[in-house]
């Protein structure tokens, strides 16, 4: 079955700061991946998806994600973080025939100002 | 655009009582269409899917079910709910490329 790790479960960051979130995922074959973010209080917003192409995605609020396919990981990355990203953020991948999601148990941002 | 509701967004019930939350998404036509749970520090957990009218695909073995009455309309329901059933319940629709996009959730308490 698909699995996905999210190795850091709280990090905590002052402002300014660069954020690397890791994201490993199990399936060999052909996924897309996603990362989540979910503000306090807030729904699940899609940061951004990669499908295919370029491996390096651009997301909103200046987030970016890399795929590496032979370290099956889709890390995200912000050069900057600011006290507003302070919030939960989930790798996901899909898979069946569905295209249902797999995540990650998530990981809890902090940024201090 | 398109748009997806839930409701309920709060929702306290006792044990033994039965459910039902609704879903409804706006704006695109044969979505596929997502339950998921959340349980506090935990990731989501994929409960049912349906990939069209009628056809509904069961993750977990519970005892709650899901139906999905009209092409955007997707419901959860349960006859008899358990302590274990709270939770954060989230609805979701894809299609293509688009999404998964997720709704506002609803907050289950039960008692």
């Known amino acids: 079955a698909q699995s996905v790790s999210q190795h850091n479960h709280h990090v905590i960051l002052s402002e300014a700061a660069s954020l690397e979130l890791g994201c490993n995922y199990s399936y060999g074959g052909t996924v897309n991946l996603f990362w989540y973010v979910q503000y306090p209080g807030q729904h699940l917003q899609l940061l951004l998806k990669y499908f295919s192409g370029d491996p390096l995605v651009k997301g909103i609020k200046g987030f970016e994600a890399e795929f590496i396919k032979s370290k099956f990981s889709f890390n995200l990355r912000k050069p900057s973080v600011q006290w507003s990203d302070t919030a939960e953020y989930f790798c996901a991948v899909d898979s069946g025939s569905a295209r249902q999601l797999t995540f990650g148990s998530g990981t809890q941002l902090t940024v201090l100002p | 655009s398109q748009t997806i509701h839930q409701w309920p967004a709060t929702l306290v019930q006792p044990v033994g009582s039965p459910l039902s939350l609704e879903c409804t998404v706006e704006?695109?036509?044969?979505?596929?269409l997502y339950w998921y749970r959340q349980a506090a520090g935990r990731g989501l957990q994929l409960l049912f899917y349906?990939?069209?009218?009628?056809?509904i695909s069961s993750e977990v073995p519970q005892n709650l079910s899901a139906s999905r009455p009209q092409d955007r309309q997707f419901i959860l329901s349960s006859k008899k709910l358990l302590l274990s059933d709270s939770g954060f319940y989230l609805c979701?629709?894809?299609?293509?490329?688009?999404?998964?996009?997720f709704g506002p959730g609803t907050r289950l308490t039960v008692t």
């Open positions: 349906s990939v069209g009218i009628g056809q």
């Open positions: 979701a629709w894809r299609q293509g490329a688009h999404g998964p996009y």
């Open positions: 704006g695109t036509s044969n979505p596929n």
